[in-house]
Nanobody, 109 residues
Framework: VQLQASGGGSVQTGGSLRLSCAAS????????MGWYRQAPGKQRELVAS??????TIYADSVKGRFTISIDAKNTMYLQMNSLKPEDTAVYYC?????WGRGTLVTVSS
């Protein structure tokens, strides 16, 4: 399984970004996927997860601002709105234990 995350960048507070994670390989049996992030000096944390294509869980810090979704090609997205400086981190996608390379999100005040 190979995952390619993209969509990171630099935005100002209140801005939006959409992260994508394209998957290839044998992913048909994987039903739990998620986005994680790791800020400088902090541990990696779960941002949002999606199970069986529809059941979602969000970290309290992003509820109401971020939306996780997946399309028919098993590309996973993270729509991030109302971004805050504390959202600055490297964001990683994860499909059933397989990790993609991170994409950096920087939010300036």
């Amino acid at each position: 399984v190979q995952l390619q995350a993209s969509g990171g960048g630099s935005v100002q507070t209140g801005g939006s970004l959409r992260l994508s994670c394209a998957a290839s390989g044998s992913i048909f049996s994987i039903n739990l996927m998620g986005w994680y992030r790791q800020a400088p000096g902090k541990q990696r944390e779960l941002v949002a997860s999606i199970r069986s294509g529809s059941s979602t869980i969000y970290a309290d810090s992003v509820k109401g601002r971020f939306t996780i979704s997946i399309d028919a090609k098993n590309t996973m997205y993270l729509q991030m709105n109302s971004l805050k400086p504390e959202d600055t981190a490297v964001y990683y996608c994860c499909y059933g234990g397989y990790w993609g390379r991170g994409t950096l999100v920087t939010v300036s005040s």
